[in-house]
């Protein structure tokens, strides 16, 4: 494995215009009847269209002044997150269809992407080059076995997959585009700036899972202790995805971090392959 000090050089970041699920209904708790699992990833949906928005605009505030090529990566990683956006639009319809109310998580979202349209456009920058780092991470860890998704509904299961993949690809994106802006910083500003955005992020991550979480089970009537012991088991032991991840999370911190130092480009490639995506053409904002 190559430990690059930055993005290689021949990185393809492809956009894939899928659309999956389409005629098909999502059942209550779609993991395998595991209300916890569910749970999970249904917060992680409700604040995904939201989130990939203000990730596209974050990105985008800067691409101009960037260097050409990394003006065609922000392009390709605006056109992914974009499609993420409007599929996971998609699965929040299916998952209000099944019973689950998400407001609640849609409203402090939109909050959310109110206020931080007042935010400084680096803080914003550097809130997108944190939560990219979550999020390839966790979609390695998504990928690197197949526990995560044994019990899931097919489409589903490549909706997750699919998103994972792209995360992976353009994970480099908003960190080259960090520091490209950041230039006139030393490099222990740039440090400390993202060291301690990243620490904010991943608490507000935590604690927001745990916020809807409790959310979707006060709504199924299971808000019980012994609930909030197999999420503790289900996040932290086995599948664990919480516990796989703290590895990589620490290593962000590293003074000479580069998320193209872990090059899983083989992952995605063994992924796609059992996928078999079919693309449905270039527009992002089609819809059916």
């Not at 392009?75 to 998952?95: C, G, P, T, Y």
């Not at 664990?240 to 130092?261: D, S």
């Amino acid at each position: 494995m190559q430990n690059p000090s930055r993005t290689p050089a021949d990185l393809v970041i492809k956009p894939r215009n899928v659309m999956l699920g389409r005629g098909e209904k999502c059942l209550r708790w779609w993991k395998g009847g595991d209300p916890v699992a569910t749970a999970f990833y249904n917060t992680l949906s409700a604040v995904f269209p939201v989130g990939e928005a203000f990730f596209i605009d974050s990105v985008r505030h800067y691409r101009d002044s960037l260097p050409p090529d990394l003006q065609r990566q922000v392009d390709a990683f605006i056109k992914q997150e974009a499609v993420h956006s409007r599929e996971h639009a998609f699965l929040n319809k299916q998952i209000r269809e099944a019973g689950f109310d998400l407001s609640r998580m849609e409203a402090e979202t939109n909050d959310w992407r109110a206020q931080t349209k007042d935010d400084p456009p680096d803080v914003n920058l550097a809130v997108t080059v944190a939560t990219e780092h979550l999020t390839a991470i966790i979609a390695h860890a998504l990928l690197k076995t197949d526990r995560h998704f044994r019990h899931d509904p097919p489409e589903i299961s490549r909706l997750w997959k699919w998103h994972a993949i792209e995360e992976i690809e353009h994970k480099s994106v908003a960190f080259d585009t960090f520091c490209a802006v950041t230039r006139d910083l030393s490099r222990y500003e740039r440090w400390k700036f993202r060291s301690m955005v990243l620490l904010v992020v991943s608490w507000e991550f935590v604690t927001e899972r745990v916020r809807y979480m409790r959310d979707l089970f006060k709504q199924d009537g299971i808000d019980k202790p012994s609930i909030w012991l197999r999420t503790f088991w289900y996040l932290l032991v086995y599948p664990g995805v919480f516990r796989q991840i703290f590895p990589a999370w620490l290593a962000f911190f590293r003074p000479n971090f580069h998320p193209w130092q872990q090059d899983d480009r083989e992952l995605i490639a063994k992924t796609e392959v059992g996928l078999a995506l079919r693309v449905v053409g270039q527009s992002a904002a089609s819809e059916s």
